[in-house]
């Protein structure tokens, strides 16, 4: 017969902050004080709440989240917040996106509650109910008022009031909920219910993958590290697919008390961000490793990501959509053969000329350097700018010039051609909206002749 785990709970101030699922079994509950509940099962292990544990973990799920989105936030202690709008295509639906990342977190060993909504505050709040409901609106004035974390007389007031939901908060005058329980009070209804914006800080990925994973208990064998290890390699996967980049190599370190840790190279033939390569290669070298002393702690490092973009997506329902062969041919099939080509570079400063057409695939095509300001999109034709006080406008609103003057004069060789001889002065520009022009200027004024991104 297999023996029940004990129930454990983490403790802050002789109070329970969070019970595990035999604790929550045995009737604890968090905000319980710590004597009362040991009354209720003599068998509870307590630990003491450990914060800057609790931060690098939230900060390793971050990593590991970047698997499923890029835009990730923290919601320190213990929540993240991840935009899940744009990568559900991607996934195949809402359903079976946050089933991934349910499975994802159960093989760490953890538990997920999840908060659905258009808002990242009321998605946080929907966490305390494990809440995915389509109606999210509906699920949050559902919520109790004790989501608010007000202070005890702000609680008291309002259950003297018999307000208990945030629903009936929500059918009360702001005006009034100001009055009586401060100006934060309404403003956090409105940031939940999206009538207030509420930005949020990105999570920023490091520059460097190195995270470290503390053991519960002393490990004597080299294969049973494998679970542990688990956790720190699909962090790493994560942090790599945000990033849109790749490894070769990695060095996991098995930290020991008394000899130098060991450090064990993981070698990958061909660049991967792919999270069962990692765990093969990791399960090959641990089988095979003897333990010179047992392992405290793990250490996974990777510091050296190369760019790794993703696969190409289907498109028209074709297979294998990592070739871009079968996307020209259907595109030529529908708009005639002339109407789709390549693009070549040419020798020649003028923008208009830098490039030429070649067919698709009869001719290398090649996009602009990397090094050269140069946008992509072209105008057919320069389009004339106004000039407000010697500034150049667009949309009404004046640009803000990012670069200096970049002088291209060149075409004195063609000079009976339409183009000709040109002398311009071109410039980056970035408009009130947050969009990048190159515009030039000529004796005839300014004009925009490209858009970047």
């Known amino acids: ?218 490990v004597e064998h080299a294969d049973h590290l494998l679970f542990a290890a688990r956790r720190l390699l699909l962090a790493l996967a994560g942090w790599l697919a945000a990033r849109m980049a790749g490894i070769s190599t990695c060095t996991l370190v098995l930290q020991h008390e008394d000899i130098p840790p060991t450090r064990l190279a993981l070698g990958f033939a061909a660049l991967t961000r792919d999270a069962e390569r990692f765990l093969r290669v990791t399960r090959e070298q641990l089988e095979r490793h003897t333990l010179a002393e047992p392992v405290v702690e793990l250490q996974l490092i990777a510091d050296a990501p190369q760019d790794l973009p993703g696969n190409n997506s289907a498109l028209f329902g074709q297979q294998g959509a990592g070739d871009i062969g079968p996307v020209v041919e259907r595109l030529r099939a529908r708009l005639g053969d002339t109407a789709v080509h390549g693009l070549a570079l040419q020798d020649d400063h003028r923008p208009e000329c830098a490039s030429r057409a070649v067919d698709w695939p009869d001719e290398k095509s090649a996009a602009q350097p990397a090094a050269t300001q140069r946008p992509l999109w072209l105008k057919p034709e320069p389009q004339a700018l106004h000039e407000v006080a010697g500034r150049p406008t667009h949309g009404g609103t004046p640009l803000r010039l990012l670069t200096r003057a970049e002088r291209i004069e060149s075409g004195w060789w063609d000079a009976d051609e339409a183009l000709g001889d040109l002398r311009r002065d071109y410039f980056v520009a970035v408009t009130a909206q947050g969009n990048w022009l190159w515009i030039f200027r000529d004796p005839a004024g300014w004009w925009l002749h490209g858009y970047f991104g």
């Not at 509940?37 to 544990?53: F, N, S, V």
């Not at 996106?97 to 505050?121: K, N, V, Y």
């Not at 209804?189 to 460097?208: K, S």
Request: proline letters at 8%; a neutral charge; one cysteine or more.
């Open 1 to 218: 017969m297999l023996a029940l785990p004990a129930p454990a709970a983490a403790v802050a101030q002789q109070r329970i902050v969070a019970a595990d699922r035999p604790a929550e079994q045995a009737g604890i509950r968090p905000g319980m004080r710590l004597a009362d509940a040991l009354a209720l099962t003599a068998a509870l292990r307590p630990h003491e709440r450990q914060p800057a544990r609790e931060h690098a973990m939230l900060e390793s799920l971050a990593c590991w989240a970047g698997h499923f989105t890029p835009q990730v936030s923290l919601a320190p202690p213990d929540t993240l917040l991840l935009e899940i709008g744009g990568c559900l295509r991607l996934f195949g639906g809402q359903a079976a996106l946050l089933d991934a990342i349910r499975q994802g977190a159960e093989a760490q060993g953890l538990s997920l509650r999840f908060g659905l909504a258009d808002t990242p505050l009321a998605a946080h709040w929907l966490t305390l109910a494990d809440s995915t409901a389509d109606d999210w609106q509906a699920a949050l004035a559902a919520l109790p008022v004790a989501v608010l974390a007000l202070n005890d007389g702000a609680c008291k007031r309002l259950r003297a009031l018999g307000l208990d939901t945030l629903g009936q908060l929500f059918a009360l005058p702001s005006a009034s909920l100001g009055h009586r329980f401060g100006q934060q009070l309404p403003l956090q209804l409105a940031r939940a219910r999206g009538e207030l914006a509420d930005p949020q800080v990105p999570f920023a990925f490091p520059e460097r993958f190195v995270q470290r994973l503390e053991l519960p208990a002393r």
